[in-house]
């Protein structure tokens, strides 16, 4: 199967734009794409690696979600309406089982939040996938990392901060599970993040601050506390765990919970008073996604750890960066 | 040298986006852009490998000038003004004279067409380098593969088709030319396409149907013959070529110009009266873009190859496929 055949098959075959938003799709040189009026315009790009992005015994299936997901969590982040997506793809080899698998986790993912694909590329190569996500948002409605402001209450959401590093870390094997029903769901967080879009969009308006944990909850915090030239406490017993990760020994909990990684979990702040925290809990019951309020932003800078019974905590870890071994 | 690091000193900080077209450049989850009222949004991604994209002898300003040329020249195919990418690296190993070099080559052709870098990913990996452009055109607008119509005429841009193709073969060994200053010559039209963004905006409202010749220009031109549901003759010694080419064999000569790809020049088609002509000639005076006539669009499906003599030709090429051995 030639790459013509490969991209009519998997791809364009099932990628159905609405004709009015993308008058032009796949099979151009470009894609055409009107904007909504009176909207902005985002953009994210995410490229994932085998070995160190994904392990190589994850399902197609699985892949072809998180590909989008990550990507998906970028414009969540920003609280922005999901739009197009290109997405370019480098195989070793034409393998129609991968590329069936892919495609139909993909798809499914992209049909639940309404993002049409619109164009790529395929190439033969490593394996490697680089997604471009594109969506919307009324003008300076943006969530931005800058935007923090003393006084606001921190947030993280859902349930399983953490599962996702407790994974790779029984994967290389320094950490046991007690099942292999414990090994799936952890193994599921790692590998089916859920995008928080809907959040997303309910925080519009809302939250001052907006990150999606990626690379670790303390990194990624610290990239908004930077730059919104600000500090915070965080209550580390505060964070929300599995029941799965709350069975390891605490130090590797809070290795996982804050340093971990591909949790694709949001963080933000948003303002700290008692309005605040019913429109937060609002927008969380709106969009049925699980928020956890986790510490406050400070004007002194830096970030500071507590316990839950309010003792100072010295942790030092390293969020994820790929040029550095974990 | 960490992620952050390196996205701050080789990228970030050579991108200058303007604060009123671009309020949120790289630094936070997704750009922020402004599209112009009334435009339509075009995108483009192109991946490129080593060794199917370009060769491991490549100069590092090289790759980053044609990483981001081949994409623009999406962009021209369709006639749209250039105005953001990203880009997403996947490097084997942090390597500072690489990336100073390909960041040079990179911004030097992005500041020439006024397209800002907006965001992208960094990762460790095999080489691999994935952009993204977006770029815009009038409502109804863009050039598009589909609008070819009978009585065109055929055009093909510079005066160097099959010259990258030419110098592949000489790195293959399976041609010889006379002189190092020859092979510089065909070398840089491989390493150093020139995307045709200008006449590409040029032909906004004039050209039926244009492509970019990245495939080879028989199976590029066919997409759009297929697109348009029409067939057309070509006038095979028509073809654009160097002296360089011309002192090969004409086989060879044939094989570069018709077969050869990674082009990069356009392919159009225009009415083929006396007013398109004269129309066609202004546009590419007014962009200084060479063009040639070579065939023209008739109903007859299919293609027909001639020489300059009228004689048809029974020729068999294979536009490049990167899932065939070439």
Known sequence: ???????????????????????????????????????????????????????????????????????????????????????????????????????????????????????????????????????????????????????????????????????????RGTARLASGQDFEQVRRAMECPQPRVQLGLALRGLAHSAIDVSDGLLGDLGHVLKASGVGARLDVDALPRSAVLAAQDLTLQRECGLAGGDDYELVFSAPGDAAGRAAVAAAAAASGTPVQRIGSIEAESGLRLYDGAGQALALQFNSFDHFKSP
Not at 83 to 100: C, H, K, N, Q, Y
């Open 1 to 171: 199967m030639g790459e013509f055949d490969l991209i009519q098959r998997y791809f364009k075959s099932q990628s159905h734009p609405a004709a009015e938003a993308v008058p032009v799709g796949i099979g151009d040189d470009c894609a055409v794409i009107n904007p909504t009026p009176g909207m902005q315009w985002l953009v994210s790009s995410d490229m994932l690696v085998e070995g160190r992005h994904f392990l190589s015994t994850v399902a197609p299936e699985r892949l072809g979600h998180k590909a989008l997901a990550v990507n998906l969590s970028d414009l969540a982040a920003c609280g922005a309406t999901p739009r197009a997506f290109t997405l370019a793809l480098s195989l070793p080899r034409v393998d129609e089982t991968f590329l069936s698998g892919f495609a139909q986790g993909l798809f499914a993912l992209a049909q639940a939040h309404g993002i049409a694909l619109v164009g790529g590329d395929t190439t033969a190569g490593p394996l490697n996938i680089c997604i471009t996500v594109m969506g919307e948002v009324p003008r300076g409605q943006a969530l931005l990392r800058s935007g923090a402001r003393v006084g606001d209450d921190i947030y993280v959401t859902g349930q399983t901060l953490g599962d996702a590093r407790l994974a790779l870390e029984v994967f």
